[in-house]
């Protein structure tokens, strides 16, 4: 039993603040391991306490425990973020920007709630916050994170996903930030123009994508050309795809460019040597 669960609210917190700054690179397994366990203890505690007031009651629900709730889903949602996030700099961007517009809509069914949160209203939380009227569909999908009734109330799990959804917008706003941030301290105008043709530039692009020497092949072919667009100012998109497949159809020379630079070098080492 919990002698003063204000006072334990506090020291979880307090532990999860010395435990983030150990959180490496986005990985969130320890932290949630951390809230589960926390979770689990004020939960055996809730099967077998009474609170003295209606009031004491709907406070917990809806002030205490949503908090702790929130901070397991911020945390998951986190960790599958990291566990999923692309190899690019360019794909991470997008996968951010996805997320963001997923997470800025409000499901339907909890509209109406989250009015009722914004108006700061009470006139419902007797029904909403107090476990004897603990009848509800509203909240099946999230059955996993409580274990029983003791445990829950009507709409407390919709208070935790609405804090945990305002948090990750948050984190993938910075996240979305940082990036643009990064690439506009990193862009510069390059002098160097490509004066070979279109065809000669595609087909040395697929050799270093064949070859994987750039990022170990782990590079998409569109994101190596429109490096090279900004290296050589100019234009490739357009032309990619449908100059790689006419380099494929070449009867003879398929790799005309390849094969002069390799005689090029070749000779003038040779020339340099005599």
């Known amino acids: 039993m919990l002698p003063d669960y204000k006072t334990y609210f506090d020291q979880i917190y307090l532990g999860l603040r010395a435990l983030k700054q150990q959180e490496n690179n986005g990985n969130c397994k320890k932290l949630i391991q951390y809230l589960e366990h926390h979770k ?42 990291y566990l999923n996030l692309p190899k690019s700099q360019k794909a991470i961007y997008k996968y951010y920007d996805k997320l963001l517009d997923k997470n800025n809509h409000v499901p339907t069914k909890l509209k109406p709630f989250y009015r009722y949160l914004g108006k700061e209203s009470t006139h419902r939380d007797t029904e909403y916050f107090l476990r004897r009227n603990n009848i509800s569909d509203i909240n099946d999908q999230y059955h996993f994170i409580f274990s029983d009734e003791r445990t829950c109330t009507k709409m407390d799990i919709s208070i935790a996903i609405l804090i945990a959804r305002e948090k990750i917008i948050s984190h993938l706003e910075t996240r979305l930030n940082e990036i643009e941030q990064q690439t506009k301290n990193s862009k510069w105008i390059s002098n160097l123009k490509w004066t070979g043709t279109k065809i ?61 630079m390799s005689i090029t070098l070749q000779t003038t080492i040779f020339d340099e040597e005599i």
């Open 40 to 81: 689990l203890v004020v939960n055996n505690w809730l099967r077998n306490y009474n609170f003295s007031t209606d009031e004491e009651e709907i406070k917990f629900f809806k002030n205490y425990k949503p908090q702790l709730t929130s901070k397991i889903i911020y945390y998951k949602i986190r960790q599958d973020i």
């Open 200 to 260: 000669e530039l595609i087909e040395l692009i697929y050799s270093l994508q064949f070859v994987k020497v750039i990022n170990a092949g782990n590079t998409d072919i569109k994101e190596i050309a429109a490096g090279m667009e900004h290296l050589f100012n100019i234009e490739l998109k357009p032309h990619l795809y449908g100059t790689y497949q006419d380099i494929k159809k070449r009867k003879t020379g398929q790799t005309k460019f390849l094969d002069k």
